[in-house]
């Protein structure tokens, strides 16, 4: 007997948005940019590391228990892609999130957005190294309107405000968050084929493992977690919505349209970012804003059509 289609393929609506990889990548980066919004607000009251670990071990919980089954059937493929998905364990979770979550807790929120617009420049850098995918021209035409679509809305429509930015190791750290990221967007197109539950159970357990060894040093320092409201409504917070689901998300984009055609969502990061800071924190919409959104939601529809797909160069 074969273990059937998880629930997320069962239902006819689930089925409908899980074939649907703008929706899903739109959804990964707005949960993103909550992410970041809340890993900055919580600098300083939860250790870094710590939430790292939490966060996949708590994803790790939330999904074991649903993909048990399709673990059980996928394990000889997992077993003989043993090294693959250790790499996609440490770059897409363990080492990604600790850089991040270190970064947040030492640069500026405008810094942490600035450098999360490079995240399609490391995805294509690495398809290119990997494996010869190069970016098209309509992906990279699409790449840099949305990008300075993002540097409008940061900006706030001045570039003399550039001048003001001041690069520190957090900003190091983010930026080298980002580039481990990209390795794992890139390597994603060669995963085995196993089902979802069962690649998110096992990566975001084997991530978990290995940020033990930073969680335990951080304790040795007495950067300690402090159990109150705050940090159980983050690690809660974390774990279903920009954990959970937006890497089954943005890993089923990834399967949909591809690594470069996906990647250009991360522009949607700092926009949902800036839509955060006006509802949330009350600032006032601008015209900058507007224009910003527009660049970036054309340059993300014209690097992801179906026709922007990379080449391989001729051998």
């Known amino acids: 007997m074969t273990v059937a289609d998880p629930p997320l393929r069962q239902s006819s609506l689930a089925s409908r948005l899980a074939n649907q990889p ?6 990964m980066a707005l949960f993103w940019a909550a992410n970041i919004v809340l890993g900055r ?5 939860v250790p870094p590391f710590t939430l790292t670990f939490l966060r996949w071990a708590g994803t790790f919980l939330v999904v074991a228990p649903f993909a048990w089954p399709y673990l059980q059937r996928d394990w000889p493929t997992m077993r003989r892609h043993m090294p693959l998905l250790l790499v996609l364990a440490l770059t897409g979770f363990a080492l990604n999130n600790a850089l991040s979550y270190w970064g947040l807790q030492h640069t500026q929120a405008l810094n942490a957005l600035l450098i999360q617009s490079s995240g399609p420049l490391f995805v294509a850098l690495w398809a290119l190294v990997l494996f010869g995918v190069r970016l098209s021209w309509m992906q990279a035409a699409g790449i840099l309107v949305s990008l ?3 540097l409008v809305i940061i900006l706030r429509g001045n570039l003399a405000a550039l001048a003001d930015i001041q690069i520190n190791a957090g900003d190091i750290c983010f930026a080298g968050a980002l580039f481990v990221f990209g390795l794992y967007s890139a390597l994603m197109t060669r995963r085995p084929k196993i089902n979802p539950l069962s690649l998110i159970a096992f990566t975001t357990g084997a991530g978990a493992l290995m940020l033990l060894p930073l969680v335990g040093w951080e304790v040795s320092i007495g950067d300690r977690l402090t159990l109150d409201t705050l940090t159980i409504a983050t690690v809660i917070f974390v774990v279903i919505f920009p954990s959970t689901l937006a890497y089954i998300f943005f890993n089923r984009g990834i399967e949909l349209i591809g690594p470069n055609r996906a990647a250009p969502f991360f522009h949607l ?5 800036s839509v955060m800071a006006i509802v949330l924190l009350g600032e006032k919409p ?3 804003h507007l224009v910003g959104y527009l660049l970036v939601l054309a340059g993300v529809v014209t690097a992801s059509r179906r026709g922007s797909a990379g080449k391989r160069p001729a051998s």
């Not at 703008?22 to 959804?27: E, F, G, M, N, T």
């Not at 990061?269 to 970012?273: A, E, I, L, M």
């Open 22 to 27: 703008y929706l899903l990548l739109s959804l």
């Open 41 to 45: 607000f919580v600098a300083g009251h």
């Open 148 to 150: 300075i679509g993002v």
């Open 269 to 273: 990061v700092p926009v949902f970012g």
């Open 286 to 288: 601008e015209l900058f």
